[in-house]
């Protein structure tokens, strides 16, 4: 009896436990360093350039946007969290886009003051590009604390777990199985 309820404990334990290091977050998956993104200048004229590891955004027309980008290893059908603060000075023409592979994911127009922002996005390729686009006239927009991080694996058990949980499931059928067999026998006394 004691038997079967250690394999009960241990199929129940090896679970969670052999797939611990897949359902982690993992850490910040970009480069912290600003001044390793690359940076694309406005066709006409810009205001952009790096300032104590923030990306700033000025720029003199409103039809030419500046942009920082990275590309970072992804895995397919992964799930990944973008998290960025965004300093935006003035109310009126700037807007802040951000975008996946080229695709715009969010953004921010024509705002004013300090955002926390966060998105979403599931990875459709092994390598993504995060890019940051925009422009402040008059004045300026900074992003910084730039993370992305991934949050949701869909981890395959491996056979040993199969094993544990098989283990442990004939541990509680011949546990059941004795506990009847004693039923019947004392049953069958009286």
């Not at 970009?30 to 590891?53: F, H, K, M, P, Y």
């Not at 459709?124 to 004045?139: D, E, H, R, V, W």
């Not at 094993?163 to 011949?174: H, N, R, Y």
């Amino acid at each position: 009896m004691k038997l079967a309820s250690l394999l009960v404990s241990a199929a129940l334990l090896a679970s969670p436990l052999a797939h611990a290091d897949l359902m982690q977050s993992t850490n910040n998956l970009l480069s912290q360093d600003v001044s390793s993104w690359t940076l694309t200048r406005a066709a006409n004229g810009s205001g952009t350039g790096i300032d104590s590891n923030e990306m700033i955004f000025g720029g003199v027309d409103p039809h030419y946007f500046d942009s920082y980008s990275q590309t970072f290893n992804t895995v397919i059908g992964g799930t990944y969290a973008l998290s960025f603060s965004a300093n935006i000075h003035g109310s009126y023409g700037n807007s802040l886009q951000t975008l996946m592979n080229g695709s715009n994911i969010g953004g921010l127009t024509n705002g004013s003051g300090a955002y926390n922002e966060t998105y979403n996005f599931t990875a459709n390729t092994t390598s993504t590009i995060l890019t940051f686009a925009g422009y402040n006239i008059p004045s300026w927009t900074s992003v910084s604390n730039i993370g992305v991080s991934q949050v949701a694996v869909s981890p395959v058990p491996e056979p040993e777990t199969y094993a544990l949980m098989g283990m442990g499931l004939l541990a509680i059928t011949l546990k059941l199985r004795k506990k009847k067999q004693g039923q019947s026998s004392t049953a069958l006394s009286v």
